[in-house]
């Protein structure tokens, strides 16, 4: 598994918001916790990371590719979960995975059926995979949003504040489900509660202002006391 380097990026939006100074971070392989309060940046860096908008300055690198300009490889193992996670409430998720598993370039029928199929067992909603979205909960919005972002076997996936609207319980099982995942790739995961980071991160950083204020191994603190 490769890891994820940030060089010296910053941005600043048209409206003065200086929203990332100077972020510099390597990032290993594994569950990385990006913590942070509202309006820290942390959407701005996980859009940047996700290809969606570039940095004025600065460099980014996933292994030896260039994130800013070699934007299609990267897309081509990157998964990204956004903080609002729009779904099609009459489309079943068995039907628009299948959807989102075209657009993701996997077009042989059979690899699809195969592909969604793990990616439902997975994210434990096979039994529901003939259902509607909307009649899906929090937490089973919230998965399949993880078998979404999840097509195509990403190295780098992105998942900005994905607890938000969870209970209690499922927010464990969300955590648990991603720190399965987190062994083969990188995985960031953006919020602002401490317990998201604390409880299954084995590295993290804390963002405020546009600024790392702090790198840490929350799991080896713990594991020392
Ligand atoms: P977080 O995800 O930590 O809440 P954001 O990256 O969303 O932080 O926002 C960082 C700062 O940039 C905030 O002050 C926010 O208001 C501002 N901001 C975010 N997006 C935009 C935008 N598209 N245009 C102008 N300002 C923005
Ligand atoms: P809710 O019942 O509030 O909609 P969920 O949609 O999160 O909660 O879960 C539906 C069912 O799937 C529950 O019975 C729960 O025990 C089970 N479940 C949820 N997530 C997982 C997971 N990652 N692994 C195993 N079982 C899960």
Redesign the pocket.
């Given at each position: 598994p490769v890891g994820l380097t940030i060089r010296n990026v910053s941005k600043t939006y048209p409206n003065g918001v200086e929203a990332l100074n100077n972020i510099s971070l390597d990032i290993p392989p594994g569950m990385y916790g990006l913590l942070g309060p509202n309006g820290a940046g942390k959407s701005t860096l996980m859009r940047t990371l996700a290809t969606l908008q570039e940095p004025d300055e600065g460099q980014l690198f996933l292994g030896d590719i260039d994130m800013v300009n070699q934007k299609d490889a990267v897309r081509q193992t990157l998964g990204y979960l956004p903080q609002e996670f729009g779904v099609y409430p009459k489309a079943t998720a068995e039907s628009l995975l299948d959807y989102f598993a075209v657009l993701k370039g996997i077009t042989s029928r059979a690899a699809r059926k195969e592909t969604t199929e793990v990616l439902l067992k997975q994210?434990?909603l096979w039994d529901k995979r003939k259902q509607k979205l909307g009649g899906?909960?929090?937490?089973?919005r919230q998965?399949f949003g993880v078998a979404v972002a999840l097509l195509g076997n990403p190295r780098l996936l992105i998942v900005d504040e994905p607890t938000a609207g969870l209970?209690p319980?499922?927010r464990v099982?969300?955590l648990?489900?991603l720190s399965e995942l987190g062994e083969a790739s990188v995985v960031i995961l953006s919020t602002h509660i401490v317990d998201d980071v604390s409880e299954l991160c084995t590295n993290m950083a804390i963002i405020n202002q546009g600024q790392i204020l702090l790198e840490a191994q929350p799991l080896s603190a713990v594991a020392a006391l």
């Open positions: 994210t434990n899906y909960s929090g937490g089973m998965r209970d319980a499922e099982r969300f648990n489900l």
